[in-house]
């Protein structure tokens, strides 16, 4: 009995010592908690800087609590259940408030906001957060440069600027990195620092960008492969059979971006690395043959109902539906929309598809290149581009080539052996594999593994574009090396044999001796293993230079964001002085502008679609129209922006597809793509926000001032008055260039064949120079054939047949 009752003491005094946990036995710690700043305007969080004069809300999140010491707490314990709070920039006090921890329980507060801040002037600003709970405080500080909103235009304007000046993109995008991180961080030093290791190595060490390398050295690769095994060059040879002239070869090429409609990436390196050699041979610059090829890929992968954008968009648009849906309950908290009937579908995917009718800019850059083509006409820095390479029909893609042309033109280092068979299935089969894969697993990372039923469109809004691609072009590739090891060859026939018994046993090593001996080259793999290694390390280390680019295109748009330039943009959207008729039109004004200036369309849309659609409901009083109008413009404007921003991915990948310098293709689209941006704002959006007439006219009309504009701004490239149009008068300052160009336009139409020497240079500065003296042939009417000679194809045998004598001249 005595040891069971000091058992029950010591127990009682144990329990008596400890003292009950609750809620107010901790204090919080913010060491390791981190600041969030919000703009007010926007919304827009994640602030590294701050813009004078703006509001900017606070947040604090990731606090921890640490338990109570006993040297903390008085000698009555816990006294108060109030946390009060304060933020002050500079130790200036901003704002004051307390949480009240009486009804947490056990779940204390891990993040709270901290009221607002507005800084007056230009500074480092030191927002400091301190909370107080009882005798303990616990504080939290950030430093972020303050300057006024313009200030956060300065890198993209240098870059811009000083990439057209130069034409050196590289140094312009990392000396632009460069000053945008010093504005960020105040000091040279550290904008120094934050230039490598957080945009550049952040924008290489991205999950989604590293797809994306992946994704274009593995399909550089392949194709590699298929240049070396001879498909290439038999594909051109037997598609110059059918497009014989430029009109046709350019339509063939729209037709490639048209089919491959499920994803930009794809669209874009296939039809640019399939379609190069053949508008090579039919004397079609490389500048327009990148229009082409970029200007199919966005327009034709954003409108599709079946394509790696969709998912991303329905997701972005039913994010913002959902919240109008919450806000029209007056059920739900903050709901205070009445209970009125929705004026719009409920699901994402419905409001995408009501929105395409509204897609004037995807439409119309569409039927533009198609008019273009058709009737051959062009203007500004394009028609310039063209005529320098019809003209002398230079065969080499013109001076604007980039410098993996000028490699291969140097060197057949990846050139077909001298007498190897050139099918064009070579190429045609491991690219129908290609789309094929792509296709089928779009559809498989799109299904979903909880057994519940999906259509086939819910599959593919739902697939990870960027495996797909991956898995795709990797698989592609090994299957073509077992494609050419599949086929036999034997030296000198030029011809495939079949893979009889005896051929395949001849083709042991030691069997060559044998085969000589019989008077017989020994039979061979269209193309070893080793042979589709290395040229598939050629074909890799061709992209190497676009890969820098592209790492710095997207090292570019992350600083935009950082240093500020989405809150310039989208706090004009918001600021609430813009009637709601204007909404589809500023909207598409603020995408196209945003897009040039972060050179992402994916970027945009995620920035706009949160911050747009809801209060544009809302303004418009539920007006679907203006809400599918506004859907549509947003994408639209991001599209737009893509093809006229140097700092672009699919720029970027576009020029390095169809192997042009990049300021090249900038400088001749962007043309283009203003035209087409005037009429989807003149046609499209203005009159649509006022309801001037349905969408269809809009359309109707926009193709009709298309017509108009290739039937009287643009020229004939081969012209029998080699008259210039007046854009290309107003941009060009060469007018001996001009000239020269103009006088032997008039000859080339009037039957003369112009042959001037191939041209390397890729500087302006150096046009003059590339007027070579040649010959000029009277030609008698013939027709193109396609000719491969030594594996190459020989320009001359594709070149008209001439029937007449020939005479020399001097070209002028």
Not at 46 to 64: K, W
Request: net charge negative; with cysteine.
């Amino acid at each position: 009995m005595t040891i069971a009752t000091t058992v029950v003491v010591f127990a009682f005094l144990l329990l008596g010592s400890i003292s009950i946990c609750n809620a107010f036995d901790y204090v919080p710690n913010l060491d390791s908690a981190s600041q969030n700043l919000v703009d007010n305007t926007t919304q827009i969080d994640e602030l590294r800087t701050i813009f004078i004069d703006d509001v900017t809300l606070v947040y604090i999140e990731g606090m921890e609590w640490s338990p109570v010491s006993v040297e903390d707490v008085e000698d009555d314990g816990n006294t108060t259940n109030i946390m009060k709070w304060e933020t002050s920039v500079n130790g200036e006090i901003q704002a004051t408030g307390e949480i009240d921890l009486s009804d947490v329980n056990r779940e204390l507060p891990t993040s709270f906001e901290a009221g607002s801040i507005q800084v007056k002037q230009k500074q480092t600003s030191t927002v400091t957060v301190t909370v107080y709970l009882d005798t303990t405080t616990s504080s939290n500080s950030n430093n972020y440069q303050t300057y006024r909103r313009g200030i956060c235009i300065i890198p993209l304007l240098f870059i811009l600027l000083f990439a057209l000046a130069t034409r050196m993109v590289v140094i312009s995008m990392f000396i632009g990195i460069f000053i945008g991180s010093c504005i960020i961080t105040g000091s040279i030093n550290e904008g120094f620092k934050i230039t490598l290791s957080e945009f550049l190595v952040g924008a290489a060490a991205d999950e989604g960008h590293v797809y994306v390398v992946l994704f274009t050295f593995f399909l550089s690769g392949a194709v590699g492969m298929m240049q070396k095994s001879g498909g290439m060059l038999g594909f051109t040879r037997d598609i110059s059979k059918v497009a014989t002239t430029p009109r046709l070869g350019q339509a063939a090429c729209m037709m490639v971006g048209i089919l491959i409609f499920f994803d930009d990436y794809a669209n874009i390196l296939l039809a640019g690395e399939t379609m190069r050699p053949l508008l090579d041979v039919l004397s079609v610059s490389r500048e327009k043959l990148s229009f082409i090829v970029d200007a199919t890929s966005a327009p034709i992968a954003s409108i599709s109902p079946i394509s790696s954008w969709v998912g991303f968009e329905v997701g972005l648009i039913q994010e913002a539906i959902d919240i109008i849906v919450k806000r029209n309950d007056p059920e739900t908290i903050g709901g205070g929309g009445g209970g009125d009937v929705l004026q719009i579908p409920e699901s994402g995917f419905a409001v995408f598809l009501n929105s395409l009718r509204y897609a004037y800019y995807s439409w119309f850059m569409l039927v533009f290149i198609a008019l273009i083509i058709f009737f051959q006409r062009d203007s500004g820095p394009m028609l310039l581009a063209e005529r320098k390479v019809r003209i002398y029909d230079r065969t080499d893609g013109g001076p604007g080539k980039g410098t993996s042309s000028k490699k291969e033109g140097e060197d057949d280092e990846n050139q077909p052996v001298k007498d190897q068979p050139l099918y064009s299935c070579n190429l045609l089969l491991p690219v129908g594999i290609l789309v094929a894969l792509i296709f089928a697993l779009l559809v498989e990372t799109g299904t979903s593994g909880s057994g519940e039923e999906q259509s086939f469109m819910d599959k593919i809004e739902s697939s990870d574009s960027y495996s797909a691609l991956l898995w795709g072009t990797m698989a592609t590739a090994w299957l073509t090396l077992i494609l050419y090891l599949l086929q036999i060859t034997i030296p000198g026939t030029g011809t495939l044999c079949w893979p009889t018994p005896e051929r395949i046993w001849d083709m042991m090593p030691w069997r060559k001796s044998i085969c000589e001996e019989r008077g017989e080259l020994q039979p061979r793999f269209l193309m070893s293993v080793s042979e589709s290694v290395e040229s598939f390390l050629y074909g890799m280390g061709r992209v190497f230079l676009a890969i820098v680019i592209l790492t710095l295109a997207w090292a570019s748009g992350s600083l935009m964001v950082t240093i500020g330039v989405d809150r310039l943009f989208a706090s004009v959207i918001v600021s609430g002085a813009i009637p709601y008729q204007m909404l589809p039109t500023i909207t598409f004004i603020m995408a196209w502008l945003m897009g040039t200036a972060m050179g992402s369309s994916w970027g945009v849309m995620a920035i706009l679609f949160p911050l747009v659609l809801v209060p544009t409901y809302t303004a418009s009083d539920g007006n679907p129209e203006i809400f599918y109008a506004t859907t549509s413009a947003i994408l639209g404007g991001a599209v737009a922006g893509d093809h006229m921003s140097p700092i672009s991915d699919t720029t970027v990948l576009s020029a390095l597809a169809c192997d042009v310098t990049l300021m090249q293709h900038v400088i001749t689209q962007a043309p283009y793509a203003m035209w087409v941006v005037l009429i989807s704002l003149l046609f499209g959006y203005i009159p649509i926000g006022y309801d001037a007439y349905p969408s269809f006219v809009g359309i109707i009309l926009g193709i009709g001032a298309s017509v108009l504009f290739v039937f009287v701004i643009c020229v004939p490239i081969i012209s029998p008055t080699g008259r210039w149009d007046p854009i290309t008068k107003l941009l060009c300052g060469h007018r001996e260039l001009l000239q020269t160009l103009s006088d032997d336009c008039i000859k080339k139409s009037n039957g003369q064949t112009l042959i001037g020497e191939d041209n390397d240079s890729h500087e302006d500065d150096n046009d003059n120079d590339e007027i070579k003296k040649g010959k000029v042939k009277d030609a008698d009417k013939g027709k193109v054939e396609a000719a491969v000679v030594d594996v190459k194809i020989d320009v001359d045998n594709i070149k008209k047949n001439i029937g007449s004598e020939e005479e020399e001249i001097p070209i002028n």
